[in-house]
């Protein structure tokens, strides 16, 4: 993905940012993948992807991700 200044309003358009205060840790994390689904979704929607588009490409990056996770191992 590149960062040009041309983006900038295309991405205050499409970023909605989760707030940083009053949550823990884990409410926090799931608030931001929540808001980043939703902004993707936004802008796959608008970009003229069907529904049954966009869930199949969101499910198969998620699923893509989860497969490739290797937790670090904690050293003996």
Do not use: A, C
């Not at 200044?5 to 608030?31: A, N």
Request: glycine fraction near 6%.
């Amino acid at each position: 993905m590149s960062e040009k200044p041309d983006d900038l309003s295309e991405h205050e358009m499409f970023v909605t940012e989760f707030p940083k205060t009053g949550f823990g840790i884990v409410d926090y994390l799931q608030g931001r993948v929540h808001f980043s689904l939703m902004d993707q979704m936004k802008l796959m929607h608008k970009s003229g992807m069907s529904q049954t588009q966009i869930k199949e490409t969101i499910l198969t990056s998620v699923t893509e991700i989860i497969d490739n996770f290797e937790p670090e191992s904690k050293s003996p």
